[in-house]
Nanobody, 118 residues
């Protein structure tokens, strides 16, 4: 079993910053990649950012230049630094970890709420 736990969400004013953390634990043989997605009620979950074990990163166009994903491999933890936040960044942010050496499995956390509002 693999557990993925997010933290760091909250309420922030437009233009502000937040840092999300996500820790993976349990029966982890190898983490291939970790990432963040977000979802608002009535809409599909959308990709935000990802990072591989080799620290290659990818971002949604809507967050490029504002969000930075980073990783501490020793702690199996990934961070999402969110700057210049906008109201449209509001949503539940979910972390996922792709784990395995042969068959890969994708594990999701329970999510953390981010609200950008004045």
């Amino acid at each position: 079993q693999v557990q993925v736990v997010e933290s760091g969400g909250g309420l922030v004013q437009p233009g502000g910053s937040l840092r999300l953390s996500c820790a993976a634990s349990g029966s982890i043989s190898s983490i291939k990649a970790m990432g963040w997605s977000r979802q608002v009620p009535g809409k599909r979950r959308e990709f935000v950012a990802s990072i591989t074990g080799g620290s290659s990163t990818d971002y949604a166009d809507s967050v490029k230049g504002r969000f930075t994903i980073s990783r501490d491999n020793a702690k199996n933890t990934v961070y999402l630094q969110m700057n210049s936040l906008k109201p449209e960044d509001t949503g539940v942010y979910y972390c996922n970890a792709i784990v395995g050496t042969g068959t890969l499995r994708n594990y999701w956390g329970q999510g953390t709420q981010v609200t950008v509002s004045s």
